[in-house]
């Protein structure tokens, strides 16, 4: 048995025999340290997977699947499935690409005023190459210069929320939404 999961169906066990249904109360006697909300996600997570039966809300007991899985030691961990949780990406360039699909035109001076925070090293000039490089395969276009302004640019191809993956040694960009990669012409 693993972390609380174990925890919980052995206390619950000992608990059974003097007052039959155990609530989240008692269990939360036996077992101080953990919050009310952990001891009731955990049991939710018994009851789904049938080592746990409840009569009524917040009053559980122990199944024979339950007792087995206690007596055999196995192991049951109520975390997250493997997979489930993407890791969010927090860098620079995925700062500007979540900038770029909620304003779709902007220009590089707007752009690095809002996704740097200054703990980044030469962030003008990566960015600049990042904004070229989206703009060389066509996720970007440069819209025509009005006067003396700097130049805007426009999200022409929004592929979704992951950002698109620079490769300035091999001259790509790989978009990890569509597993797509796109080559850059010899101007860019």
């Known amino acids: 048995m693993a972390w609380l ?11 059974a025999p003097t007052c ?9 006697e036996r077992l101080p340290g953990h919050s009310p909300q952990q001891l009731s ?12 039966s409840h009569s ?27 997979g489930y949780h993407q890791k ?5 360039r995925q700062r500007a690409w979540r900038y770029m699909r909620s304003e779709r035109k902007f220009d590089l001076d707007g752009l690095q005023g809002v996704v740097c925070d200054g703990s980044e090293k030469a ?3 990566n960015l600049y190459q990042y ?6 395969v066509g996720f970007l276009v440069a819209l025509p210069r009005r006067g003396k302004s700097a130049t ?3 999200l022409e191809r929004d592929s979704g929320r992951l950002a698109p993956v620079y490769r300035r040694k091999t001259q790509e960009v790989f978009d990890p939404n569509s597993g797509e990669i796109y080559r850059l012409q010899e101007d860019a």
């Open 152 to 154: 805007r640019y426009y």
């Open 88 to 92: 969010k990406a927090r860098g620079l």
């Open 123 to 125: 962030a003008a000039a």
């Open 41 to 52: 996600n955990c049991c939710g997570h018994l009851t789904r997977v049938k080592f746990l």
């Open 5 to 15: 999961a174990g925890d919980v169906l052995t206390a619950i066990e000992a608990l």
């Open 56 to 82: 009524k809300r917040g009053c559980y007991r122990i199944t024979e699947a339950g007792k087995t899985a206690l007596r055999e030691g196995a192991a049951l961990k109520t975390g997250p499935k493997p």
């Open 20 to 28: 039959g249904c155990v609530t989240l109360d008692k269990l939360a």
């Open 131 to 136: 904004v070229a490089a989206l703009c060389g």
